[in-house]
């Protein structure tokens, strides 16, 4: 039986798995408080069961996410035939201190393993 817009099932298939695996970012779409739309590039990581997204904390999105959580995100590639992964949900925002493990498994997956590094102490410097 085949599966239905916004089974979560959708996210084991192959080019699901790709796109959530690939070094490109998402597009995140939110809602302004004037109510208008926003769309942003964001790094993201899959930990099989939800994409975190890591921002810094007073990051516009960051301050609207609370009052206006409902969000749409695509990843898609660029190649032809094109591959577009489009998830529709509900934001939760949660404030930790320093650098998230996700984020950090995002930059080596983005710039590879060393300058991915690089990347994460620099971030861990201003925080």
């Not at 080019?15 to 964001?42: C, F, H, M, N, S």
């Not at 099989?48 to 810094?56: K, M």
């Not at 990843?75 to 035939?81: A, M, Y």
Request: glycine fraction near 6%.
């Amino acid at each position: 039986m085949p599966s239905k817009q916004g089974d979560l099932s959708l996210l084991d298939h192959p080019i699901a798995q790709e796109l959530l695996q690939a070094p490109i970012p998402a597009r995140l779409a939110y809602t302004w408080k004037d109510g208008t739309p926003r769309v942003v590039p964001i790094w993201f990581h899959w930990n099989g069961e939800e994409l975190v997204l890591g921002s810094p904390p007073k990051a516009p999105k960051v301050m609207i996410l609370p009052d206006h959580p409902q969000v749409a995100l695509t990843i898609d590639s660029n190649q032809w035939p094109c591959r577009v992964l489009l998830i529709r949900g509900i934001a939760r925002v949660e404030m930790v201190e320093g650098v998230t493990p996700e984020y950090a498994a995002s930059a080596e997956r983005y710039f590879g393993e060393e300058q991915g590094r690089a990347w994460v102490e620099q971030a861990r410097a201003m925080s």
